[in-house]
């Protein structure tokens, strides 16, 4: 019931102008001015590129409490995660050449896994790609079904990401710096391994997706024979 009372109050308004797809938009905006000074006003481009990403959270916030969710918000959400990510570890790529062929695989692994998900999600007809079937690895639901964990680990990639990025402007990072015992060497490594944990749910979200989607091959096959 209470899902027919939000598509009907969906239909009276112009879904581009809900409020979380405006938090939306300015997010966009937010990137596009963040990336056009991020060689030369680095601290701005932390302060600008670090706002977008928390409004992530409060735009779902705002979706599920004022009962305006929208498909279309729900992709323009993912959209602008996924090019956010993917355009900062573009520009780490050219402050850290000797990590490029990492920083690919990184950046393959986050689009690939994040798509491949929402692709076999709308195939079970799921209607957000973060409802996890009981038959899903255990992994994603606690990714998924836990808002604590799952902003920890998307919060702390991305910071760790935004620390890589602000030390090019320090100079160079220094890996000796990070052996001893300082604030500086544990931030280092807890973000790195919050960095580490995300990489890793990542994988498990693209194989559990590649399972699903081949599961309803399988069944489609027998349907057939």
């Given amino acids: 019931m209470a899902n027919n009372n939000t598509i009907q109050k969906l239909s009276s308004f112009n879904v581009y102008l809900l409020i979380p797809n405006l938090i939306g938009y300015f997010r966009g905006l937010l990137l596009v001015i963040a990336f056009c000074i991020c060689f030369t006003y680095p601290y701005w481009f932390v302060v600008l590129y670090g706002t977008s990403q928390l409004l992530d959270g409060l735009d779902g916030y705002i979706a599920r409490r004022m009962k305006q969710v929208s498909l279309y918000g729900a992709v323009l959400d993912m959209v602008l995660d996924r090019v956010s990510t993917t355009a900062l570890l573009v520009i780490l790529s050219r402050f850290y050449p000797a990590y490029t062929r990492w920083i690919i695989v990184f950046m393959l692994l986050d689009v690939v896994s994040h798509f491949t998900h929402v692709y076999s999600s709308l195939l079970y007809g799921k209607k957000s790609h973060k409802a996890i079937s009981y ?30 990025y602000i030390q090019h402007f320090r100079g160079k990072v220094d890996l000796a710096v990070y052996t001893t015992l300082s604030l500086t060497s544990l931030v280092f490594y807890v973000l790195g391994l919050i960095f580490f944990l995300k990489q890793i749910t990542n994988i498990i979200q693209l194989l559990q997706a590649i399972k699903d989607i081949v599961r309803l091959d399988s069944e489609d096959s027998k349907r057939l024979s």
């Fill in 135 to 164: 038959n899903q690895h255990w992994i994603l639901k606690l990714y998924y079904h836990h808002k604590t964990i799952l902003a920890t680990l998307c919060i702390g990639s991305e910071a760790y990401l935004l620390y890589l």
